[in-house]
């Protein structure tokens, strides 16, 4: 019997060493945006990697200096990837670092939004001069998922995006003229780049 056992033992020690464990792909970590809470408030929230960084430049940007608008910029196969691309329309340089939150709306309010953020390209410290741009990357699906109706829209349709820009607590709104978007209104966004 302890033969049994011990013969057991090293066949279940063998088989577990033997497995071995799986390195993450960095290429698409997704950063998560917040604590869990409902996605229409999580996903407003902006964020950078150094809150402090931004403002050591200079003035924030903020709702009252920049101007956002959503570019398109390609489709196919149900996926859709645009450009959030905020100019500061101030007469002073400003300061931007890190992601923008992001919520759709329409007439009756906040869209179920979900913003997951990307790593690539991150946050980088970034002074806008008067009329320049900023931009972030996002990708969204038009293809229903898991519950959501295939006849149909997935999700309400949105007409406006509130978005805050990093460090700051007051949104700015833009168009967005995109339709619904599917898998309960999740947006893949990356940090600001100079454009």
């Known amino acids: 019997m302890t033969r049994r056992l011990i013969a057991c033992g090293l066949l279940v020690l063998a088989s577990v060493t033997a497995c071995g464990t799986r390195t993450p792909d960095n290429a698409s970590q997704t950063l998560p945006t917040a604590p869990s809470t409902p996605s229409s408030t999580a996903s407003s929230a902006p964020a950078s990697d150094n809150p402090q960084a931004a403002s050591r430049d200079g003035k924030r940007c903020d709702s009252a200096t920049l101007k956002g608008e959503v570019v398109p910029t390609d489709a196919g196969a149900g996926n859709r990837y645009g450009k959030f691309v905020v100019t500061n329309s101030g007469t002073a340089p400003c300061t931007l670092n890190g992601y923008s939150g992001f919520q759709l709306e329409n007439a009756s309010g906040a869209v179920p939004t979900k913003l997951e953020r990307k790593a690539d390209p991150g946050p980088t410290a970034l002074t806008l001069a008067p009329g320049a741009k900023a931009t ?60």
Not at 162 to 181: D, Y
């Open 136 to 195: 972030a990357n996002l990708h969204w699906s038009v293809v229903p998922a898991g519950s959501e109706p295939v006849q149909g829209t997935c999700q309400p349709e949105p007409t406006k995006v509130s978005a805050i820009p990093p460090n700051e607590t007051a949104p700015l709104s833009t168009p967005w003229t995109f339709g619904p978007v599917c898998s309960g209104g999740r947006i893949e966004i990356s940090a600001f780049y100079a454009s």
